[in-house]
């Protein structure tokens, strides 16, 4: 796989000393070389946490992350710049990303230089008009002028310039992108745009990619296989297509409930299901790191606050993250109503109720 995270936790030091903050305790996920794993959530959840783990702009509190195989969790800056070139990540905000000072050209360029010096390949031989060159064949990839390269960050509008930090994080193929929130922050006119672009290129290299997002429409868009996470926690895994027929968990069929379907007749027969509250200051709040910073055991499904069909159990038992059988392979839940044979409750039911 291009990705393989086991058992990541990530604990924060909460204010005034009082415990931790669990952003994120005990992820397990994988992204096959080609595959696009879409990780969705409120925010606050720990998704864009996972991210930052993973291209190590943050480092685990436990856990493993490998690359193509290699742990790259405890590695040095210096062991670490090598290897960088296997994974890239692209920002929501391109503007906070892209170095205002540089031009394009050179902002394009740079991993390129930097990293042929560092594997010891060709540096010599490879002229300015060589990087040059290919700098102009990578913004005709993301579908941008070849004089783009002469100009500035603040030249270009928000879609030219996530383009060019695509272009940027694509330059050296790395075999993983983390893209967070990538279109976000754009115009809702070019964010479709954006998507397809990553689609295409995405198809055309067979990068794997963790696509991490709150947007469900983008993520089944673009999306192989699907992870939900809520609090810190992985709480259904799925195939794409299968995740959208019929979620199994019911924090997934709640996210679910509010996305639009083209379908009328479909649209309106299904309930929306509407949550009580947010994140912000529910279980979240501080907590004691474990022994060595490994995962929380929480003694509650901790949806529990909000679901729909909480029941006693859940206040006093963490729910197993089971594996069901799945036509396209398997899925995983964490939920006490999910039955083994994936029978699985309707939180809609329960909400009209
Ligand atoms: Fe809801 Fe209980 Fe299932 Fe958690 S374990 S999702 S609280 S029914
Ligand atoms: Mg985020």
Redesign the pocket.
Known sequence: PALEVRGLVRHFAAPRGKGSVRAVDGVSLTVGRGEVVGLVGESGSGKSTVGRCVVRLDTPTAGTVRIGGTDITRLSRRRLRPLRKDFNIVYQDPSASLDPRMRVSRIVGEPLLLHRVVSGTALRGCTRDEVRGRVEELLGQVGLPPGTADRRPHELSGGQRQRVSIARALAVDPMLLVADEPTSALDVSVQASVLNLLADLQRDRGFGCLFITHDLAAVEFLADRIAVMYLGEI?ETAPAAELFAAPK???TQALLSAVPVPDPPVQRARKRIVLQGDLSGSALGPGLPGPGGVAQTVDH????TR?????D??RTEA?EHRTLPGPGGTRTV?????ADDGTA?D?AAAHVR
């Open positions: 709480i968990h019911p924090y499904c901790r949806f529990h679901c729909p069909l909480a029941f159990r859940c729910p964490a939920c006490h109503l999910v409750p939180a």
